[in-house]
């Protein structure tokens, strides 16, 4: 296993090159342009044997690898905000279509007024596409989730497209050491693509993508669900043997901090790794607090996120993005949905944080975590949403 | 026994793994005006059979026998290429 210093895109790029899929497209978009960059350098030296797609637009780019896995290739794209924004009527059919493609989306704030950094409002609008979202604190949880990625995508119960998140600029432009696995590991670990009704078969031909209206189209849905309900199980056993492989066990949520603190922050993506130096100073000084972080954000770990945070005695979600006009943000109505009878008072609290890539700083997470010991203390949520760090 | 055309018992993601199965489909009652042939007038000409988009012409021995009313839209195209001196084919509304 070698230890490297990398960006979070060089990092993904480089696991791009490792799976080495059959089929990519490329177009870019701040921040994910310098992750195809590294990509294109691996292709460039012929490290790869993938067909590199060059397209016009984000939407060519997911049709693009809509129609390759059709085909029946390894797929992959990557974007970010509005690339994704553009893509999104083909983001759905590949859902729709079954097609395992695997794409890691640079989270970056959807426009306007116009904004190139990190928040989460790009793929939490993708949340009910059908896709599997993985969310990542770190590069190396990021280059671990993208390598897993393919093999959940693939797996003969799921046929689902899987997306690979993590955040732009503070992960994806910074350096931090990596373990990567050799190219060798990687390809024995993903495994040769097993074939599901590949359109290049020609002596078998299938239609793919034909009329569904209200004869068929509500079954196929239903099938989706059935396929979304059986993605834990692939996660867990594909978790489990990355484990075997690298060490590192990744769990559809993290705890952080003493299981049975009574006091709980929510959180996912990078912020997570600030929280938990705020989590590690607060149990120094004695205050029992730990951090809940969200890895699997699609499907929804309902049951997981039910044992960790009931009885709890109070309970902050951060949103890296609102929901305009709704009770919270994304992660803070799911939370709330989970809880409904499981808690007896209503202890949530939910903070709006980090838009357009606003710094969230350590004494911010320590502000809520003090908030939150008021809530602890009175039984009482003075405010359900906060906006952190907006000038009033 | 669930429904063989339930979600549990059909290909996933909407694909159609057999071919040419078109003819499963019956088109033929989207029509609004059906074609009726005047056997004694038909000079078997097949011009019919050329020009229609969904193989209805009905041909035995070479001889036009009639349409496949379940395929058949009722697009009238048989009878605008039927021969006007021969005009064996005429468009009648459905419920006539």
């Known amino acids: 296993m070698e230890r490297v210093s990398l960006t979070g895109n060089d990092a993904v790029g480089t696991a791009m090159a490792q799976i080495n899929p059959d089929v990519v497209a490329a177009f870019p978009i701040t921040p994910q342009t310098e992750l195809m960059h590294k990509f294109a350098e691996f292709y460039a030296d012929g490290k790869v044997n993938t067909e590199l797609i060059l397209v016009e637009s984000e939407h060519s780019a997911m049709s693009a690898v809509v129609g390759s896995a059709a085909a029946g290739a390894r797929s992959m794209t990557a974007t970010s905000a509005n690339g994704f ?33 990190c928040d989460h409002s790009d793929t939490m609008g993708g949340r009910d596409s059908g896709w599997v979202q993985l969310f990542s604190e770190n590069t190396q949880e990021v280059y671990d989730n993208v390598i897993m990625a393919v093999k959940i995508a693939e797996h003969k119960d799921i046929l689902l497209p899987v997306m690979a998140t993590f955040d732009g600029f503070i992960i994806s432009h910074t ?17 040769k693509k097993e074939m599901y009704y590949p ?41 489990k043997d990355y484990a075997k492989l690298t060490g590192r066990k990744y769990d559809f949520i993290e705890i952080y901090g003493p299981e049975d603190a009574e006091i709980s922050l929510v959180a996912l993506g990078s912020t997570a790794g600030t929280a938990k130096d705020v989590v590690d100073k607060l149990n120094d000084e004695g205050k029992k607090v730990n951090l809940v972080k ?41 939370i709330r949905s989970s809880l409904m009878g499981e808690i007896k008072e209503d202890i949530t609290a939910n903070y709006i944080y980090g838009l357009g890539g606003r710094d969230i ?19 009482k949520v003075k405010n359900r949403k906060t906006y952190l760090g907006v000038r009033e | 026994m669930s429904d063989p055309t339930g979600w549990k018992n059909i290909p996933i993601g909407g694909l159609i793994v057999e071919s040419g199965n078109s003819h ?7 029509r609004t005006y059906r074609p009726v042939l005047d056997e004694e007038k038909c000079i078997n000409c097949h011009q019919c059979w050329i020009y229609c988009p969904d193989s209805s012409i009905m041909i035995v ?7 496949d009313y379940d395929h058949c839209k009722g697009c009238g195209i048989c009878a605008e290429v039927c021969p006007p001196k021969v005009a064996a084919i005429k468009m009648v509304l459905e419920n006539e």
């Open chain 1, 294 to 334: 969200i890895r699997m954000f699609r499907p929804w770990p309902h049951e997981t996120i039910v044992n960790a945070l009931k009885g709890k005695k109070a309970i902050g979600i951060m949103d890296r993005s609102d929901s305009f006009g709704a009770l919270g943000g994304p992660v803070f109505m799911e």
């Open chain 1, 199 to 239: 359109l290049l078969d020609v002596k078998n031909p299938v239609t793919y993508g034909p009329l569904d209206l209200q004869d068929y189209y509500f079954e196929h849905k239903r099938q989706q669900v059935e396929a979304m309900l059986k993605v834990p199980a692939v996660v867990d056993e594909v978790a």
């Open chain 2, 24 to 30: 499963d489909y019956k088109t033929g009652s989207w």
């Open chain 2, 61 to 67: 021995d070479e001889k036009m026998t009639g349409f």
């Open chain 1, 85 to 117: 924004a553009l893509m999104w009527e083909i983001v759905y059919i590949a859902a729709s279509l079954r097609l395992p493609i695997v794409m890691p989306v640079v989270n970056r704030a959807l426009s306007g007024p116009i904004n190139i950094h």
């Open chain 1, 361 to 379: 700083s350590a004494p911010e997470i320590e502000s809520v975590y003090n908030d939150l010991f008021e809530i602890a203390e009175t039984g």
């Open chain 1, 175 to 191: 350096q931090e050491v990596v373990e990567l696995l050799s190219d060798e590991e990687v390809q024995k670990f993903i495994g």
